[in-house]
């Protein structure tokens, strides 16, 4: 698969996007690739922490616009890499936090919102 520029979205309808899906879900994972199909390692043990302890959370796939989502994540969590994961519109952090969370015990009452 190659990468076309041509493709990617415009930044401020990226914006509004992250926004959107920021404020209006509990739970949202901004990851590379799709629920049936992560793209990365982080993204799938994101992605399998999270199924563990909720049933209804919303994704996002970063892959058609990465560094356009890169920079609005940014703005929101003061982090560039993905997976990002937000609970209540607060950022909580990446597939290494999460990991740690769970580890503690902690990821459950994190993850509800």
């Known amino acids: 698969m190659t990468f076309d520029p041509e493709s990617s ?3 401020e309808e990226v914006d509004e996007q992250v926004e959107r899906a920021i404020a209006e879900n509990e739970v ?3 990851m590379k690739g799709t629920p049936l199909m992560p793209q990365c390692g982080y993204s799938d043990r994101a992605l399998s ?3 563990e302890y909720r049933d209804e959370f919303e994704t996002v796939d970063v892959l058609e ?3 356009e989502y ?3 994540l940014e703005t929101h969590s003061g982090w560039e890499t993905i997976p990002q994961t937000f609970v209540d519109g607060e950022f909580v952090g990446g597939s290494d936090v999460l990991v740690e969370l769970h580890e503690r015990g902690d990821l459950a009452e994190t993850l509800q919102a």
């Open 9 to 11: 979205l415009p930044q």
């Open 28 to 30: 949202v994972l901004f």
């Open 49 to 51: 922490l999270i199924d």
């Open 65 to 67: 616009s990465l560094d």
């Open 70 to 72: 890169r920079a609005a």
